[in-house]
């Protein structure tokens, strides 16, 4: 332990309450905690993680917490029933799993699982993700379990989702271009089918954040209100009316502000109203998306954050819609909505460790001898001199002597051993000014670039590509902190270089309570070898966190890391129990994807051998050895083990 340092320190450096308040949380020993429902009962999250490396499940590694997603339903149905009971509102909530923010099996037969109580059904945007749907959904007798169809539909994604319908589900399409209307009445006339229709709105009013475009005029989806009329008026006259029984709006993902919800829900409201006064069957208004989640924790309408919870989320859509529907009369919709990243985002975690780290290089320099090159001996006056009056001047001069040396050595007049001390002598100063610079309660923006320079890089094993696409994509901040030492001050600033020789393949943007930070702070590697020219380092485990939505779907195949391990642990008999581990990809899966096969490529490496065996270049030894550790490596983990 550290002096003048505890587990509430890091609590608070980390922000842990704020995004991860129940399910994450510190322990005495130092380490982070996972509460799968959100009570008392707490798992050590580096105790099992080490566990899970003695049966051989190596980092990187997503864990999957199946309690945290049954904990995430509940609690939204519990905020929809407590605003539908506290504003008097005289029908039900019946929501619906949006498959695309995760569409991984065991998940959403999870979810369908857990949602049986709560009719809870589910959203797809796609032929494939509808084939996921039938495939998971079980046919409910009441008809309350809602299969949404969202997203471009041709016709057999069509012709599948009226005969789906027939299977016995409550099905409902929800027209996103007038087209498909036309193909929909097309084809429920030849199957003789009556079909249930949904209109998604463009609504005016605009989201915000990285995902705003999802609404306004230029929204990719949706239909505007002339075109909401045109699919009146061709219900109308073929008399289908009645067939027209939904309104769906999604205004886009992660709406960090409750006014932007709240306009929405009086423009959809509205149209609700009015479709109804004018005789469409209507029933139920989906709200869709964007129940946003608290990545930073700091409750204010920051992209990476949220100025409302789940309650004001759910009391502003129910009184919202039961304000207009008690003005014009109407009897009030069924409510639905398609939450997927506040139900999936807590119940990933992703562990990786750190394989090394690259510090500012520092070694407190040898004092200046009296012949040394005139430069070299002014680096060093400046060195000894800094003191907290001067210590901005100095770094000017510093920074000047080291280009001057550097100039120096391009025309000649400096060897490689002296330039190499200007160099180091140029870091001292730069650390002696760095910890003056710490203390002070303001530093002028031209030490800035100091500080920049004063920041580590610690590797990490991982793709970021491949695991947290959106950190790389969109700039998406995910709080990410160690999961053990923490009773131990951290001492270093760093930011995250992955495996992938891809300079874009880096964390450097991390929550803060204003803004971001362009660091994080973290501990420094502990050298278990005594020589230090060859560190081995004690292993250093890192969590990202709320990753659960969007991230596993979209990661590509960057310099071949493939899919990571996961683990699915849920509680049996009150006891966490592993569930299921699916192993990630080892090397040969990951070259099937781009078309290698394994057989060729070893036969062709066989040939090879023989060759260089024939000529003498490779001893027999040596040949086997070869065509072993290939063979071994196409077996193994795409990542370091
Ligand atoms: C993506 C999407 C959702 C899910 O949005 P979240 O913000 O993750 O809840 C819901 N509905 C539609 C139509 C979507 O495209």
Request: charged share 25%.
């Amino acid at each position: 332990m550290t002096e003048n340092w505890s587990i509430a320190h890091s609590s608070e450096l980390y922000h842990i309450e704020g995004w991860g308040h129940p399910y994450f949380d510190i322990n005495e020993a130092g380490n982070v905690t996972v509460s799968p429902r959100g009570d008392e009962k707490k798992l050590d999250l580096f105790e099992l993680v080490e566990n899970l490396k003695k049966r051989d499940v190596n980092l990187p590694l997503l864990i999957r917490f199946s309690d945290i997603l049954a904990d995430r339903l509940a609690r939204l149905h519990q905020c929809m029933q407590e605003a539908i009971a506290r504003y008097d509102y005289p029908n039900i909530y019946r929501g619906v799993y949006p498959v695309k923010c995760n569409q991984h099996k065991q998940l959403v037969e999870a979810l369908v699982d857990y949602g049986k109580p709560y009719h809870f059904g589910l959203e797809v945007g796609s032929k494939p993700e509808l084939m996921i749907a039938l495939a998971t959904l079980d046919i409910d007798k009441t008809g309350e379990t809602l299969l949404i169809c969202n997203g471009y539909k041709d016709k057999e994604y069509l012709e599948t989702a009226l005969l789906a319908q027939q299977l016995g589900h409550n099905l409902i399409i929800v027209v996103e271009q007038i087209k498909e209307l036309f193909i929909t009445l097309e084809l429920s006339e030849k199957l003789n089918l009556k079909p249930q229709i949904g209109v998604r709105a463009k609504l005016k009013t605009k989201g915000s954040g990285h995902w705003g475009n999802s609404t306004g005029e230029k929204a990719k989806f949706g239909l505007t209100i002339p075109e909401i009329l045109t699919v009146y008026k061709t219900l109308q006259e073929k008399d289908l009316l009645h067939c027209l029984k939904l309104l769906h709006f999604h205004i886009g993902s992660q709406i960090s502000s409750i006014a932007v919800i709240k306009d929405a829900i009086r423009e959809a409201g509205q149209i609700y109203v009015q479709l109804t006064q004018m005789g469409a069957g209507m029933k139920y208004l989906d709200v869709g998306g964007g129940l946003a989640v608290d990545y930073d924790g700091s409750k204010t309408n920051f992209y990476a954050s949220k100025n409302y919870n789940m309650q004001n989320y759910a009391n502003d859509i129910v009184a919202g819609i039961k304000d207009c529907c008690d003005e014009a009369n109407i009897h009030p919709p069924i409510l639905v909505s398609e939450s997927g990243r506040a139900i999936a985002s807590h119940h990933s975690v992703l562990i990786f460790n750190v394989v090394n780290s690259n510090t500012p290089p520092y070694k407190l320099p040898e004092p200046v001898k009296e012949k040394e090159h005139l430069l070299i001996r002014n680096l060093w006056e400046t060195y000894e001199s800094i003191d907290e009056e001067n210590y901005q001047e100095m770094y000017h001069d510093a920074v000047q002597f080291k280009d001057e040396a550097i100039s120096l050595f391009n025309f000649g007049y400096l060897t490689l051993t002296q330039r190499a001390r200007a160099e180091q002598i140029y870091w001292a100063c730069g650390h002696k000014i760095y910890n003056i610079m710490k203390h002070q309660a303001y530093v002028s923006d031209d030490l800035e670039g100091l500080a920049d320079l004063m920041i580590s890089t610690y590797y990490i094993n991982l793709s970021v590509f491949q695991s947290a696409p959106d950190a790389w994509a969109i700039d998406q901040l995910f709080p990410i902190m160690p999961i053990h030492r923490l009773n131990e001050k951290p001492t270093e600033k760093a930011i995250l270089a992955d495996l992938t020789c891809d300079s874009d393949g880096k964390i450097d943007k991390f929550i803060d309570l204003l803004d971001i930070k362009k660091s994080l702070e973290l501990h420094k590697l502990e050298n278990i070898n005594n020589n230090e020219k060859n560190p081995q380092y004690k292993p250093y485990y890192l969590g990202m966190f709320l990753v659960g939505s969007y991230q596993e779907i979209m990661g590509n195949l960057h310099n071949l890391f493939g899919d990571i391990n996961v683990v699915h642990l849920a509680n049996e008999n009150d006891n966490y129990q592993l569930q299921y581990i699916v192993k990630g990809d080892n090397v040969a899966n990951v070259l099937e994807y781009v078309e290698y096969k394994s057989d060729e490529l070893q036969e062709r490496l066989r040939r090879l051998t023989e060759n260089a065996l024939r000529e003498n270049k490779l001893t027999l030894e040596q040949s086997q050895l070869l065509l072993k550790n290939y063979d071994h490596n196409l077996r193994s983990y795409t990542y370091l083990t």
